[in-house]
């Protein structure tokens, strides 16, 4: 009996418990990680994969001195994939930690937990800034189908050359702006480095790394749009939560306002009477 009644105590409170987890704000949070990762890693890898392209096929060096080349601009990508990485883990917990208190609010709201205008600004500013995020993100996305569209021109040129064998196919890297003009470095179907590049496994891996790339940065969108949803419905709880206990508060003073004169009159009877 006694353990009965303790698995029973264990049984509610696990109810209780997992009753106030902030299910879209969890899948939000876990769609935002998946993105987040799938392109910081994808994309991290993709852009060394292009740097071994640059120097081994392309023959394009580093430059000696500190100029802004485009393994430089590889390099900033790089660091600039960190700082995503590291401010978006962050800012998923924030999030989640607003689902959580969010939850809170709503469901004990006569408690000891009550709403106040600073949750309210909060949540305000959480909306402001997934959407200026979700903007963000939509540019990164846009910005990866750049190396996509190329390096799918690149495959399709070498899926074609048994197709195509009389004709003459160039690759030039002056078209797409990763070297400078004065520099040639163009590369032809029919030389051994074209047909060494296109069997090398650097090519297709790192093509397929930022198609992964661009599909994280989708589900980053995806998942912002989502925590948009999330918080524009909890900001509307909270509003109309907020109006209830104001009501509830005038109301309850109201009551003790009529309980104190119906107090008062049945005192100054009592001593009339007496």
């Known amino acids: 009996m006694f353990f009965n009644i303790r698995e029973r105590r264990c049984l509610e409170c696990c109810i209780k418990c997992l009753g106030g987890i902030p299910y879209p704000s969890l899948i939000a949070t876990i769609l935002l990680y998946a993105g987040v990762a799938l392109f910081c890693g994808c994309g991290h890898e993709a852009l060394t994969g292009t740097v071994t392209i640059l120097q081994d096929y392309f023959e394009v060096v580093r430059s000696p001195v500190?100029?802004?080349?485009?393994?430089?601009?590889?390099?900033?990508i790089k660091y600039v994939i960190y700082g995503i990485a590291s401010a978006f883990f962050v800012y998923g917990i924030l999030l989640m930690v607003e689902g959580f208190f969010t939850s809170g609010a709503i469901k004990d709201l006569y408690g000891d937990f009550k709403i106040t205008t600073c949750g309210r600004c909060v949540s305000a500013w959480f909306i402001m800034l997934t959407y200026i995020f979700m903007l963000a993100w939509l540019g990164v996305t846009a910005f990866t189908s750049i190396p996509v569209f190329i390096y799918f021109n690149i495959w399709n040129i070498c899926q074609n050359t048994t197709v195509l064998e009389g004709a003459s196919l160039c690759l030039d890297p002056r078209q797409y702006g990763i070297v400078p003009i004065a520099e040639a470095r163009t590369m032809c179907t029919g030389s051994e480095k074209f047909y060494r590049m296109c069997e090398s496994n650097e090519l297709d891996m790192t093509f397929h790394l930022f198609i992964c790339a661009l599909a994280g940065a989708g589900a980053a969108v995806i998942a912002m749009i989502h925590y948009l949803m999330v918080l524009s419905a909890n900001w509307a709880y909270v509003k109309d939560a907020c109006r209830m206990q104001k009501y509830e508060d005038i109301k309850s003073k109201e009551e003790q306002e009529l309980h104190d004169i119906h107090s008062t009159r049945s005192k100054e009877?009592?001593?009339?009477?007496?």
């Open 66 to 76: 500190d100029s802004l080349d485009v393994f430089t601009m590889i390099d900033i």
């Open 269 to 274: 009877r009592l001593n009339a009477y007496t």
